[in-house]
Structure formats: C-alpha cells, structure tokens
C-alpha cells in the first residue's frame, strides 16, 4: 500500500462502477492501492471475477458486485445493506452518429446509462451514506465535451453536460450531510478502445491541437481523483475538475 497524502483512503469502501474494464478497472486498481475495499461493479460477471482475481492477487480488497446502472431495481439489490464511503460512477457508454441519423433508442441507450444510470446510484448511495451519519465523496466521471463538443457525438456530449450539471445540484442538496460531490472530466485518453483510432491521421490530427501534443494515459488522472476522494479535498465540492492536457483552453 502506497503512504501518501491519501492514506484516509485506506480502509474505506468504495464503489466503482464500469469497472470491468477500461478507466473503471483503472480507477479500481488505484484506489485498491490505496488501500480501500473496492466494490467493482458492471454488467459481465465473468469479467468482474477476473478483474477482482487481479486485484487481489496484488494484495488489494476486491468484490464483484453484478449492476445494471440504467435498471433501478439492480441499483438498489447492488447497494442494499452496503457501507460505501466513495462512489466513482464511472459506467457510461458513447454512440459516434451525425445528428440527423440518431434514432431514439441510440438516445436512450446513452442517456439512460450515462446521466439516469449515474442519478441512480448516487441516489442509492447517498441515501446509505446520509443514513449512516458518515461522510462520503461521490465522483461522477464526466468529460470535457461536457464543457465543449465534437463532431458525430451529439447525445454523448449531451449526457456528460447533463452530468456536470446534476453534479452541482447533487453538491447542493447533500452538501449538508457531508457528501461531497464532484465531476471529473478528462480529456482525450488513450485506452484498448480508442488506440488505433489515434494511430491515423484524423487521430494523429486531433492530438496536435491538444497543448501538451500528446493524449492522457490513465494515470494521468490518478491525482485528481483521488484529491476528489480523499480529506485532501474536503472542501472541494459541486466542482467539474478538467484533466485534459489543456485542451479545453486550446484555440478553435
């Protein structure tokens, strides 16, 4: 276990959903690192058990707990009798489609697992963590096309400034029974599913307009989350944190 400015994180409980793969399972490993229980949650039990073998075999606490985001009845079997201290909701889904060829269920498919399915949870465990009279950091996992947009990505923009908002209103309302909560919107991020597209020249041209002229890895986000987790960042709250290389700041 790491000893660092974060060490409140050990020993707490923390939900993250998405977490079967990707920046989910990332988030996942790290605050395993650091010492908390973590609850991986997603929809693949067969790919739960594997990540949660992983972490353990490290050393780390993991549970795989099998969730639907965008299904109420599975938010609340998934959380029901849990003590979770931090919430990163992280699962959330992307559909590339110009505007005029979006068809209804593409719309519901994004906003009822990325902004519906992010509501529900923090709901079910803000619920838990009001209850329990203990204090509690939620991180919704946003983007900075939440703050600005891209081509052939109407409804997924949409769904992440949805995010951001809701975050704020969240942060609002809880702010009195000691939850925090925060978005954090990374920018562009190199992960399994996105590598060959960055490897050609639309790819190649979009990270020449990032500042720093490189993508983010993983870990590049790994301080402003747990900032947003930890007592380091105990008064920070209703905050949309971007971590993107200064691409939000770059010209048009």
């Excluded at 702010?175 to 590598?195: F, K, Q």
Aim: charged share 20%; with cysteine; net charge negative.
């Amino acid at each position: 276990m790491k000893t660092t400015m974060f060490d409140d994180i050990a020993g707490k409980t923390a939900l993250v959903t998405g977490a079967s793969s990707g920046l989910g399972l990332h988030f996942a490993e790290l605050l395993a690192d650091h010492g908390a229980k973590v609850l991986l949650a997603a929809r693949r039990a067969d790919a739960l058990d594997v990540a949660c073998a992983a972490i353990t075999a490290k050393g780390g606490s993991a549970e795989p707990v099998v969730l639907d985001v965008s299904d109420a009845q599975s938010v609340m079997t998934a959380t029901s009798g849990r003590s979770i201290d931090i919430l990163i909701n992280n699962a959330g889904i992307s559909i590339a489609k110009r505007a005029m060829d979006v068809g209804e269920t593409d719309w519901d498919d994004v906003i009822d697992t990325n902004l519906k399915g992010s509501f529900l949870v923090a709901q079910a465990v803000a619920r838990q963590m009001r209850d329990s009279g203990r204090p509690g950091a939620i991180v919704n996992i946003a983007s900075i096309l939440g703050l600005r947009v891209a081509g052939n990505l109407s409804v997924y923009a949409a769904s992440k400034a949805a995010s951001i908002q809701m975050t704020k209103a969240l942060a609002v309302e809880w702010a009195r029974h000691s939850i925090r909560v925060n978005a954090l919107c990374p920018g562009y991020i190199e992960t399994d599913l996105n590598r060959d597209f960055f490897a050609t020249e639309d790819g190649q041209a979009l990270i020449r307009r990032i500042p720093q002229r490189r993508l983010g890895q993983p870990d590049d986000l790994d301080g402003a989350l747990l900032l947003l987790c930890s007592d380091a960042g105990r008064y920070i709250t209703g905050a949309a944190l971007a971590v993107d290389g200064g691409h939000l700041v770059s010209s048009l």
